[in-house]
């Protein structure tokens, strides 16, 4: 089947851009002929608040990778639908509704020639604007089918269009790092990723046990002087490491080696790797039951569950896993991505 895949690729950062890239790997590998058709100028800055680009690739890039998609352009993106007119499949990778337009844009331009398919990362937005949901009304109604990460994004979608939903579990996608490496642990709690008001970071900073250490590690979009703010008012500031700023894959193993538990503390959650990854490097997680979260974690055996937004609650499972830290551990199993890669592509192109 020759496949085109349009979405963000490097030097675009993050977990988008790394699925992109793996996805068009495992496509290529299935035998598929596959392009990437990625952005040279994907979004304005100001909707972007954070770092949108980095210099070193995180992971083996893509080599049918073509730059071409500007959001200054908005003539480039019909011009984009005439060239993928000649692929059996056109996949677009759904981050944001800020892509909506430009996707509208190639699906004009496809006209009927193509099946279309929006794999959603999320169907809606965590933290949602008045204009997010008739923008992805607008797409999955132009689309054949919809691909999600969980059944409650998947119904989040039947409720905005009539095109056959599908779902597939989130499968794996940082580069690979040579997994489990020794013991690990000892260091006190983590938490890394963008930090949002949706992920719970001050439901933490709120719930942390007396003596426990906590590494945040991550990008602040915004709320930075208030998470120091509360650090200094809960007077835990000596127990908090803050590293503000983009967090490179590389340095990701490492970090969770060392921690004793891998935190998410979400009010709301989609799909995410984060745990999975967490268990590549034999880390136990204490997680919200939000999202995926409660089909990954095994509660009492690899990690803890604890409701969102709920700072007592946290604070005693995170205080459940650190009375047996080497035993959560232990029973940490590393996860096998390839049969989860294998449903994925097998519901993607179906």
Request: hydrophobic residues 45%.
């Amino acid at each position: 089947m020759r496949i085109a895949l349009v979405g963000p690729a490097f030097p675009y950062k993050g977990g988008g851009a790394r699925h992109t890239t793996e996805l068009a790997h495992r496509l290529a590998a299935a035998g598929h002929e596959v392009v990437l058709e990625s952005w040279k100028a994907q979004y304005p800055g100001f909707l972007y608040p954070g770092q949108q680009t980095i210099d070193v690739p995180e992971g083996e890039l893509f080599p049918a990778t073509y730059r071409r998609l500007s959001w200054r352009r908005p003539d480039g993106w019909y011009r984009a639908g005439r060239r993928l007119r000649a692929y059996d499949l056109v996949v677009f990778a759904v981050l944001s509704s800020v892509q909506v337009p430009a996707y509208l844009g190639i699906l004009r331009g496809l006209g009927s020639r193509a099946k279309a398919v929006a794999l959603c990362h999320n169907v809606l937005p965590h933290e949602p604007k008045p204009y997010d949901g008739p923008l992805m009304r607008a797409l999955l109604r132009r689309v054949g089918t919809v691909l999600t990460h969980t059944p409650e994004q998947g119904a989040l979608a039947e409720s905005l269009t009539d095109a056959e939903v599908r779902v597939a579990e989130l499968p794996m996608h940082l580069p690979a790092s040579g997994g489990q490496e020794g013991r690990g642990g000892g260091g006190g709690l983590l938490f890394f990723g963008i930090v949002r008001p949706y992920k719970g970071l001050d439901v933490l900073l709120r719930a942390l046990p007396e003596g426990v250490r906590l590494t945040v590690a991550g990008e602040f979009w915004a709320g930075l002087d208030e998470t120091r703010e509360l650090i200094a008012s809960l007077g835990i500031g000596d127990r908090v490491d803050l590293r503000p700023g983009y967090l490179p894959a590389e340095e990701i193993p490492g970090l969770l080696r060392a921690a004793d538990a891998l935190v998410l503390p979400y009010r709301s959650a989609t799909a995410s790797q984060n745990v999975l990854m967490a268990f590549e490097h034999g880390t136990p997680v204490v997680a919200t039951r939000v999202g995926g979260f409660p089909a990954q974690v095994r509660d009492g055996i690899d990690g803890v569950l604890a409701d969102p937004d709920d700072p007592v609650g946290l604070r005693a499972a995170i205080e459940k896993l650190l009375a047996d830290p080497d035993g959560f551990r232990a029973r940490v199993e590393r996860p096998d991505p390839e049969p989860v890669w294998a449903a994925y592509l097998a519901a993607l192109t179906a």
